[in-house]
């Protein structure tokens, strides 16, 4: 039995959720979101309540029943309060700059690295600090991971590009005899 999944979900006041078919559509002040489930768990909206319920009960059903509540959750969160990551750009001569709807960085190679930025994101880049804003939390955290993937921060310098709550532990280095 899953616990996240048996717990009910309260609808907000100023969100709305309608399912039709495997599609469940969030629509809050922020924006829309839209999703597609599967028909293995029950999804049942009534009251200002959102439940969930396994259809069959194997193991596949039950993995996805806290899935599902999870992604619901998160989803009525998002259209009332957008997600944020923040990113910081540290090294010599690392620049960030927006240009239109692409993400332009100097990150030491000898070409600059340009990225183009989701439709429904928002991102603004102020010196060495990007912050990335957003309503869907999966495409916030996916974008964020794969820009830092383009630089990661190395252990001896700290240069890269790294979170902002994110330690990076530093290695001595070379020792002179």
Do not use: C
């Amino acid at each position: 039995m899953s616990r996240i999944g048996k717990q009910e979900i309260q609808i907000p006041k100023g969100v709305e959720i309608a399912k039709s078919g495997n599609v469940l559509k969030v629509i809050g002040p922020k924006g829309t979101l839209t999703k597609i489930f599967r028909d293995d768990i029950i999804i049942n909206i009534a009251n200002d309540l959102v439940t969930l319920n396994v259809k069959r009960n194997d193991k596949f059903s039950k993995a996805l029943w806290g899935t599902y509540a999870s992604h619901i959750k998160n989803m009525i969160k998002g259209v009332e309060t957008p997600y944020q990551k923040k990113l910081i750009l540290e090294g010599v001569g690392f620049k960030s700059e927006i240009k239109g709807k692409e993400l332009n960085l100097a990150l030491g190679f000898s070409h600059p690295v340009i990225v183009p930025i989701p439709e429904s994101i928002t991102v603004t880049a102020e010196k060495n600090n990007i912050t990335i804003t957003g309503i869907d939390k999966e495409l916030v955290g996916s974008f964020t991971a794969n820009l830092r993937a383009l630089k990661k921060p190395e252990p001896y310098k700290g240069k890269g590009m790294r979170y902002v709550d994110e330690v990076i532990r530093r290695k001595q280095g070379k020792k002179t005899a």
